[in-house]
């Protein structure tokens, strides 16, 4: 791979929009400036962002540069994962079928339900009483 070469893709996940940045190096993760342990101090999100590299046998191959804007904790995460998923694709095609089948491909177009008028939330209505 010649030097200074990125490869860049964005994931999402609700309101979470992450803008990823990959390139040879050996396994650092930057989010928003910060390293990933700052950024993310649990466990199970640190582990959600690295299992594409995981799966596809490259972790530490490749230095990520993240932005991300929007959402929570978890909904970042996960866009960030969907994000570096994408970005592996534009380095090697041949790690799609290991992704897709991971999951890591499709976007969770999952959001909050709106709130409804006459209702107290998206679906829960206000009690009633017969009599």
Known sequence: MAEGIRYYD????KSAIARVWLMPGNGKITVN???LELYFPLETHKTLIQEP????QTLGQYDALITIRGGGISGQAAAIRHGISKS?????AALRPALKQAGFL???SRVKERKK???KKARKRFQYSKR
């Open 10 to 13: 964005t994931g999402k996940r």
């Open 33 to 35: 400036r910060r390293p």
């Open 53 to 56: 590299f995981r799966i596809t």
């Open 88 to 92: 592996l694709l534009h380095i090697d």
């Open 106 to 108: 499709t976007r969770d």
């Open 117 to 119: 008028y006459g209702q």
